[in-house]
């Protein structure tokens, strides 16, 4: 079993920057693939990004390819989300899961969230 804690949301200004962690717990981090998703108010839960257990693949979603990153440390057993140029259509929570891929339905283990809030 995988527990899952992210951090490091916040409010931050219209073409900034925020830089969020999943720590997570649990022997098999190190060997699942990671993904983060993020949901604003009154909207389905959108995937965002995916990275396989070896950091040696990663997928995109077309609204945040080239704005955010996704990265892990396996030896740290965290996943980040670097996110840059941020806009306020990027307001939501922000929620780490364990899986692959750019669905919700091939990830068995999530975080309660991190709000994330864009000023314009």
């Known amino acids: 079993q995988v527990q899952l804690v992210e951090s490091g949301g916040g409010l931050v200004q219209a073409g900034g920057s925020l830089r969020l962690s999943c720590a997570a717990s649990g022997r098999s981090f190190s060997s699942s693939g990671m993904g983060w998703f993020r949901q604003a108010p009154g909207k389905e839960r959108e995937f965002l990004a995916t990275i396989n257990w070896s950091s040696s693949n990663t997928i995109y979603a077309d609204s945040v390819k080239g704005r955010f990153t996704i990265s892990r440390d396996n030896a740290k057993n965290t996943v980040y989300l670097q996110m840059n140029s941020l806009k306020p259509e990027d307001t939501a929570v922000y929620f780490c899961?364990?899986?692959w891929g750019p669905g919700t339905r091939t990830y068995n283990y999530w975080g309660h969230g991190t709000q994330v809030t864009v000023s314009s």
């Open positions: 899961a364990a899986g």
